[in-house]
């Protein structure tokens, strides 16, 4: 009886399933395709070509689904249907231009959060607006009687396949206007789509004028705490991507030279501190050139005493060192630790094997595959736009989970399995990686309720796995 049960509870079910209805009288095929996509949620109709909007359409439909929706209004037309997964893709039959879609990312270069609603305008070579679209996807699902929504600062434009240079501008309100240079090489036969890089935007300093006074909001840069003078990173408006260095030489009075040797306010500088440990005593450019910006809370410049003397409570000019002790924000301590006394060892020795080995680096900030060959370091790969931790974190708190979410899916995903429902992503001829693709998936599959939450916890991390395998 059991089998004979769930058959009739699979034909009841797709029975009750909303139907899709439309009377199109005349009506732009652009604007039919529109109109279906919107009438439900477990598609998306992309169009691929110029073209379209020329043809008309004269049809009633009554069909199950949108690919069945689809394929009637565009029969007998010039137009051309694929359906690839839960995306239908539409093109003029008689125009050879395809369109290629472009999938991209707003964040806050600060904490690499999403900025919701930034508008991102397409501009040609020349500066002349293409297209507009707000940076906003908006994914909502019930769990346990409870709704939940969940936002991010995606956007997507639509533009021919070939070759062709374009300029993204990106605004917000409170944040710096940023412009963004891209240019489309090569477009495969198969790919319908590209994934831009994270489009990071920086806050603006707010200037307001009292009585002809001009008072001008920022951040400290600096303190004193005693004897000890107090960097505050966060301060400092760096470029995407920068290391330490940068950092370093935007700090006053530090002075780098070529070979690594820093100066501050003409002092010689003895060591270069990790959260007040040593870590690459012979060559310091290891850790300036390769340790990211925004990992770093402040830097801290003092005179430390020998351990003995510290331990003594005794003060020695004669046996103090200058250093900059860099110390990291805490939710990148652990990983960037771990990491560089895996690769440097501390003291001179790190417990491994000498000789040339690779390095992955997984945390909530970083997706790195890094080259080691003794105290050489030297970053082959990552992420593109999300880290492994933060498509963890994400998809977990989407299924209610508290945040971090890392442990509690974890946990789940012992309890499902995967099926290798979600594509890695890579970029070609090297090893960059997405992750944000494979969120924008499972996102839409759980507000559809089409995977369960132990199988979606499980597809993270084989997706992760997959990646870094492919790496």
Known sequence: MKPLLLSLLLLTTTYLHARIVHEFSNT????????????????????????????????????????????????????????????????????????????????????????????????????????????????????????????????????????????????????????????IEH???????????????????????????????????????GDTIIYNADAFILAEGSMLDALLQQLPGVEMKPDGRIYHNGKFVNDLLLNGKEFFSKDRRLMLENLPAYTVKDIAVYDKQTEENEWLGIKDEATERYVIDVRLKKEYMIGWVANVE????????????????????????????????????????????????????RIGVLMGLPFPAGAHLEKLALQGQAQAILPVSMAERDLKCHFSGAETKLAKLLQQECITAENAAMEVYDVLARTIARM
Request: glycine letters at 8%; charged letters at 25%; a neutral charge.
């Open 187 to 225: 477009v495969g036969k198969r790919e319908y789509s590209k994934e831009l890089p994270p489009f990071y935007l920086a806050p603006e300093i707010s200037t307001k004028v009292l009585q002809e006074l001009a008072v001008t909001a920022s951040k400290v840069k600096f303190y004193h705490k």
């Open 342 to 393: 895996a690769g440097g060892g501390t003291s001179g020795s790190s417990g491994l094997k000498e000789g040339p080995f690779l390095a992955v680096h997984l945390s909530g900030g970083t997706t790195e595959m890094l080259a080691m060959n003794g105290n050489e370091l030297k970053l082959l790969g990552g992420t593109m736009d999300l880290h492994a931790g933060q498509l963890v974190d």
């Open 28 to 183: 732009p095929l652009t604007d039919a395709l529109r109109a279906i996509e919107q009438s439900q949620t477990e598609y998306s109709i992309s169009i691929m070509s110029d073209g379209l909007e020329n043809i008309t359409v004269t049809a009633s439909i009554d069909e199950k689904d949108a690919p069945a929706a689809v394929r009637k209004i565009c029969k007998n037309l010039d137009a051309k249907v694929k359906v690839q997964d839960k995306d239908i893709y539409v093109q003029a039959d008689k125009d050879t231009r395809r369109m290629l879609v472009l999938k991209g990312l707003v964040q806050d270069i600060r904490a690499h959060q999403d900025i919701i609603g930034a508008t991102v305008e397409l501009l040609a070579a020349d500066s002349s607006v293409i297209d507009r679209k707000k940076a906003h996807s908006k994914f909502c699902y019930t769990s346990d009687g409870k709704e939940f929504i969940y936002e991010t600062g995606q956007f997507s434009f639509s533009v021919p396949s070939t070759p062709a240079k374009y300029i993204f501008r990106v605004m917000h309100k409170g944040f710096n206007t940023a412009y963004i240079d891209y240019t």
